[in-house]
Each structure stands twice: as structure tokens, then as C-alpha cells.
């Protein structure tokens, strides 16, 4: 069982979503390797922040706890619709 949080009518509102439903809704990902860098990024070491189509701020100071590390996770959308990421 998986606990996420969102916003309804009322205000902030918790759901517990079995595993089964929340598989339906799992997206497709994979991390940043040499390959896909390569041609997404052509003629960079390393992607930044900057390159990102979005950031997951991890344990942002002052906010709420997104998630559990150090490091936050950049993420672009590749011409197939997957979500790669990275941390930055």
C-alpha cells in the first residue's frame, strides 16, 4: 500500500492506494546513461539543472520533504515519452 498526499475540496487530503491500482499508473524511466546524454545533451560533459525539463527538489530547506536523500533529481522527457533523470 502506498500513502500519497494531494488536494481536495476540503484541503489537504492523504489516500491509501493499493499496489495493484497504483501500478496502472506507473511511468516509464530510466536513468541518464552515456548513451542517452549523448543525444540529448550533444557536446556536453554533463547535464545541469538548466537542461532539465523539471527538478524534484529533495529535502528542500524551509519545505516539505519530497523525499529521502541529498541530492535533488532532474528529469527530461526523451522523443519515446520515458522520463530520464539525474540527479543534480
Avoid at 11 to 31: Q, S, V
Avoid at 34 to 57: I, M, Q, R, Y
Amino acid at each position: 500500500m502506498a500513502i500519497l498526499c494531494g488536494i481536495s475540496e476540503s484541503g489537504m487530503a492523504l489516500y491509501d492506494i493499493p499496489d495493484a491500482e497504483l501500478a496502472k499508473f506507473e511511468l516509464k524511466t530510466r536513468p541518464l546513461d552515456g548513451e542517452a546524454a549523448a543525444k540529448l545533451f550533444p557536446g556536453k560533459s554533463e547535464p545541469t539543472k538548466d537542461d532539465a525539463h523539471g527538478v524534484v527538489a529533495v529535502a528542500a530547506a524551509g519545505g516539505d520533504v519530497q523525499g529521502f536523500g541529498t541530492n535533488d533529481i532532474c528529469y527530461v522527457y526523451d522523443a519515446a515519452g520515458d522520463i530520464i533523470w539525474w540527479y543534480c
